[in-house]
């Protein structure tokens, strides 16, 4: 496990725990990134990826341990504080766009916070299919446009740590190739990003760091560059 240490890292968990009612979810998450960076959190379905990103929002039952964004603990923050303060974005697995609006009204609703958010040129430079179906209703895209719709949302509030669950999941090769395209233009704006991925080769190449986690832990920590002597380990990881 490669444990090179980031001096000032823009968001540090430790010892995070997360329980859904009763049920113990998170058993100690430690992971950092620093700004502009971007990590993949690996592993099998109910390994606690997605809980970890609900977890940083706020959006469990109890949560302990410690969430500390550019040094200001976000842990006893409740999530109405954390979603609106225009420094985390969440898209989450189910996309939460409005079926029943355009694409253009998608775009130009509430919230719209902080400084920063991207134009809506910015928006359609950075996924030129949103262009071309912008007077679509939501409920006649695609899942890549929908995917991508929700993205764009996120990335109009000016928030600069991203936090994405499963993007790729079910799409065509074709978009999935464009979304790593836009990842990479993110990450090279600057974008600080956590991507809770099932496919790692998705983000190699981009990635800082791969953290594999299992049953609420992180089990290994895996440098980019150390991805491809690291593949059999990870294929054991990743395999159902």
Not at 28 to 40: S, V, Y
Not at 80 to 86: F, L
Not at 123 to 138: S, W
Not at 156 to 180: C, F, M, N
Request: charged content about 25%; some cysteine; aromatic content about 4%.
């Amino acid at each position: 496990m490669s444990m090179a240490v980031i001096d000032k890292p823009l968001l540090k968990i430790a010892d995070l725990h997360a329980w859904y009612g009763e049920s113990h979810v998170l058993h100690g998450i430690d992971l950092e990134l620093g700004e502009g960076q971007l990590i993949t959190l690996l592993g099998r379905n109910g390994a606690g990826r997605t809980t970890t990103l609900r977890a940083i929002m706020g959006m469990v039952d109890r949560r302990t341990g410690s969430i500390a964004l550019r040094g200001e603990e976000f842990i006893g923050k409740p999530a109405h504080r954390i979603a609106p303060s225009g420094r985390i974005g969440y898209c989450p697995e189910e996309r939460g766009i409005f079926s029943s609006l355009t694409v253009e009204e998608n775009l130009l609703l509430p919230p719209v916070v902080g400084e920063g958010g991207m134009s809506l040129d910015d928006i359609y430079t950075m996924f030129p299919n949103l262009r071309e179906v912008r007077k679509r209703m939501g409920t006649r895209l695609s899942g890549g446009e929908q995917q991508m719709l929700a993205i764009a949302r996120i990335l109009r509030t000016g928030a600069r740590l991203l936090l994405l669950d499963e993007i790729t999941e079910g799409l065509a090769p074709v978009i999935v190739k464009a979304l790593g395209e836009a990842i990479r233009r993110l990450k090279a704006q600057g974008y600080t990003i956590i991507l809770v991925e099932q496919n790692f080769r998705f983000a190699a190449g981009v990635a800082d760091r791969h953290y594999v986690i299992e049953h609420g832990r992180v089990i290994d920590r895996i440098d980019d560059a150390d991805v491809g002597t690291s593949m059999d380990k990870l294929n054991h990881y990743l395999s159902v």
